[in-house]
Structures are given as structure tokens and as C-alpha cells.
Nanobody, 124 residues
Framework: QVQLVESGGGLVQAGGSLRLSCAAS????????MGWFRQAPGTDREFVAA????????SYGDSVKGRFTISRDNAKNTVYLQMNSLKPEDTAVYYC?????????????????WGQGTQVTVSS
């Protein structure tokens, strides 16, 4: 059974940084693409970033390009989201997800497994 566990969320001031981690278990990690999504209260879940199984391809949502970086350590079965220059509008619950493919995708319907989420709050 695939399990995804996020960590690293918290409260940070605008302009600050956080690094989220997502530890995966239950299947061979280094073949499958991973993604991050976020959801603020009253809004739809939004694509943030994705990385291919090998790590050679990444994709980002327009609102985070140039500020966030996704990476993965296949030896540790972990994917990361480095978030810099945080803004109050980045406040949301951040979810890690994986799909049954090595290719990146930017829509939540293409992801098969989800973590429980971690809260990120950016104060102004």
C-alpha cells in the first residue's frame, strides 16, 4: 500500500522560506512521478510542482515559478519542495501526491495516491 507522509509545514513571515518533505513507502519510489498541490480554504486544490521519476523533468504552477523548487532523493524515498520568497497568498494546506507513471502531470485527476497534507501559513 502506497503511503505518503508530508512534513515541514509551519508559520513563516512573508519573504521567508520553508522546505517541505514527503516520505513515500509501499512501492519502488524511483520510477514514479511525484507532485505537490495546495488548497486554501474555499478554493480548489491547485497544482504547485511535479517531478518525473528520474528527476530529470520538473513542472511548476505559474504562481510559484522562480520561487519554489521541487527535488527528490531516490535513495531516501523522499521528495522536497523548497519554498522561497513566501507570500501570504501561499498560505494553504500542501499535499504530496504520486501517480502510476514516470511522467509529470499538472492536474490532480492524474494522481493516484495522496498524503494527508501539511499546513503552511505565511504572515504579512
Amino acid at each position: 500500500q502506497v503511503q505518503l507522509v508530508e512534513s515541514g509545514g509551519g508559520l513563516v513571515q512573508a519573504g521567508g522560506s520553508l522546505r517541505l518533505s514527503c516520505a513515500a513507502s509501499g512501492r519502488t519510489f524511483n520510477y514514479y512521478a511525484m507532485g505537490w498541490f495546495r488548497q486554501a480554504p474555499g478554493t480548489d486544490r491547485e497544482f504547485v510542482a511535479a517531478i518525473s521519476g528520474t528527476g530529470s523533468t520538473t513542472s511548476y504552477g505559474d504562481s510559484v515559478k522562480g520561487r519554489f523548487t521541487i527535488s527528490r532523493d531516490n535513495a531516501k524515498n523522499t521528495v522536497y519542495l523548497q519554498m522561497n520568497s513566501l507570500k501570504p497568498e501561499d498560505t494553504a494546506v500542501y499535499y504530496c501526491a504520486t501517480r502510476n507513471s514516470r511522467f509529470v502531470a499538472d492536474t490532480l485527476e492524474r494522481y493516484d495516491y495522496w498524503g494527508q497534507g501539511t499546513q503552511v501559513t505565511v504572515s504579512s
